[in-house]
C-alpha cells in the first residue's frame, strides 16, 4: 500500500514538536492539531495537547471526540500566560509568507483598504516573539510563498534581528509544512530553505511554486511516511481521516 | 445595627431596551465574548434599534461586531480579529474594511488588547509587553509607543495604552438581581476586565437566568463568581440572549443560523430580507422569529 500524502504531511507537521518536551503544542486545525497529538503518542509523550476550547487532555482524543480525559484547564487567559511565559510551540496557518518568515492572516492587499480582509493579526504578533512558532499550508503557491507579506502579522528573522536583545536571542521559528515539502530557517541569515520534499514532488516543483529564491542544500531527501507505530496512532486520532480534506493528493 | 431601610439590597434588573438608551453616539462600548462565543447579542439587537452613532467599538469581535459595522454605527473599532469560528470569516466586518467604511481600524494583537483593557481596569495609562513588537501592528498603528525598562536589562518593550470604557456589556449564565454573576461554561474570556475597565454607570450584564443569591452556588462553584456587584450597574434577565453565539452549558452554537445568517449577508437584497424577518422588531419578536425559522427548517429536514 503506498503512503497516502496527508499521512506523510502529519507525521511531518508531529516532527515539528520533536525534542519540545513538557510544553503546550498547540495546532490551529485539523492537521497541525493530529500533528500535536501523533507526537503526544509516540516520540514526544509529555507534550501537552488541548482540545481547542479551554482544556488540555490526556490520552489519543479522536480530533472533533468529546469523551475527554481532562487533565488541565486552559483558557484564553491562561493561553496567553502560558505563551508569554515561552512554555509553548504553536503550529499556525499562513495565508502569506516570505523568505524570513514573515506570515500573513490579516489582510490581503493595502491594510487601510484591503482587497480581502482576512482574519485580522490575531495572535500573530505575541506568538512570534514569544514562543516557538511553526507554519502549516496546505497548499505551496507562489501566491503564498511571496517576495513580501502585505501585512506582518507574524513577526520574521529579518524584523526580529532589527529588534535585537530578548526579542533577537530568543526569536524561534521553526518548520513549515506544506502539501510539497518540509522548510526550515537553516539558510543564509534565516532564510527559508528545503529541508525535504514529500514523495513524487521534486526540487523544482518547490522552486516553481515558491516566489523568492529558496535555500536548496545539494541534498534533500524525500520526507518519510509513518512507521507502524505512528500509523496506527494516526488511525486513532483521525478515524474519519478529515485530514485528507486538507491536502489534496 | 444598621436600620432596617437600609439593610433593603437595591435590585438592579432592568431591560434591554432600558440599557441602550444610556448609550450616547460617540461612546467607547466594550463588549465581552470571543468570536461567536457568549456574546451579549440580545443588547448588541437592542443597540440596533438606537440612534446611537460614531461609536468606538472594543471586542474580541464577532457577529456583534458584524451586526454594528452592517447598521454603520462604528466610528472607530479596536480589535485583534472578526471571526465566526466555525466560519472563519465575518462577513460584514469583512465588507466594511474591503468597502474602507469603519473610519478608524485599531488592528492589535489579542494579547494586547487584554493588557489594553487589564491597563484601564487598574487605571495605569499602559502596561508593557513584547507583543507587537516587529509586526505590522506598530505600522498600521503609529500613535503607539515604547518604553525602555528601568532595570539593567534597559530591553525597549510596548507600552498597551490604557482603554477606559464608558459603556461594557456581557452575556453570563447566572446573577442575581444585585448584579453577582456567574459563568458556568468553560471560558470567562476577558468578561472581567470589559466591566472592570469600564466607567460606572453602563455596566450592564445579560444572563440566561436571575436566581436569588442563595442559589448561585447551586450549579457551579464559588470558582465561578468572577463577577461581583461592585462592578455591575444593571442586570438583564435575556433566556437565549447569546443566541446564535455559544452560551455553554445553556446552549451550543445555532450553527444553522450562523449559517443562514453568512449566506443573508452576501447581497443586499437577502440581508435586508434578513433585517425585515428577524432584526425589525423588539428582542422577543427575534426569539419568536426565530423558533419559527427553526420549526420550518425542522420540516425541511
Redesign the interface.
Known sequence: MSTELADVVAVACAEAWRGDGEIFASGMGTIPMLGARLARATFEPDLMVSDG???FVAGDLPIGGRDKTIEG?I???QV?DT??GGRRHVMMGASQIDRFGNT?I??IGP????????????????N???NATSFFVPKHTATVFVPTVD?????GYD??A??G???AARHDLRRVITNLAVLDFGGPDHAMRLVSTHPGVSVDDVRAATGFELHVPSDVPTSRGPTDDEAAAIARIDPKGLRHREVAA | MNSPTNSSPRTKLTTEDAAVATIESGMTIGIGGWGSRRKPMSLVRALLRTDARDLTVVSYGGPDVGLLCAAGKVKRLVYGFVSLDSIALEPHFRAARQAGTIPEPVEYDEGMLQWALYAGSLRLPFLPTRAGLGSGVMDVNPSLRTVRSPYDDAEELLAVPAIRLDAAFVHLNRADARGNAQYLGPDLYFDDLFLAACEPGRRFVSVEKVVPTEQLLTEGTFHTLKVNRSMVDGVIEAPNGAHFTTCEPDYGRDEAFQKAYVDAARDGDSWKGFVDRFLSGSEADYQSAVAAWRAENEVKK
Request: proline share 7%; net charge positive.
Open positions: 476550547e479551554a482544556f484547564w483558557p484564553f487567559r496567553f505563551l508569554w500573513n490579516a489582510n491594510w487601510a483598504k484591503p482587497k480581502a480582509q482576512l482574519l485580522g493579526v490575531r495572535g500573530g504578533p505575541g512570534t516573539v514569544n501585512m506582518v502579522s507574524g513577526v524584523r526580529a532589527k529588534l536583545g530578548f526579542i
